[in-house]
């Protein structure tokens, strides 16, 4: 256990760093994350409107 330590001094926790590839995958999963949310959000706008416009657009 002392070895672990002394061999990694910089990483207190003993977590393991993570590599550049790690963090953009983890990035651009998070860009996915508010790409989803903002398209979800969008949709759920267009279908209200599109609702009041054919609550008021009554068939004769």
Known sequence: MVEQQQAEPDNP????KKTP???AAEAELE?????TKLKNTIETQVN???SQIESK????
Do not use: G, P, S, Y
């Not at 657009?57 to 004769?60: D, E, F, L």
């Open 13 to 16: 926790l003993m977590r393991k």
């Open 21 to 23: 590839e790690e963090l």
């Open 31 to 35: 860009d996915q994350d508010e790409f």
């Open 48 to 50: 209200e409107l599109k």
């Open 57 to 60: 657009c009554v068939m004769q």
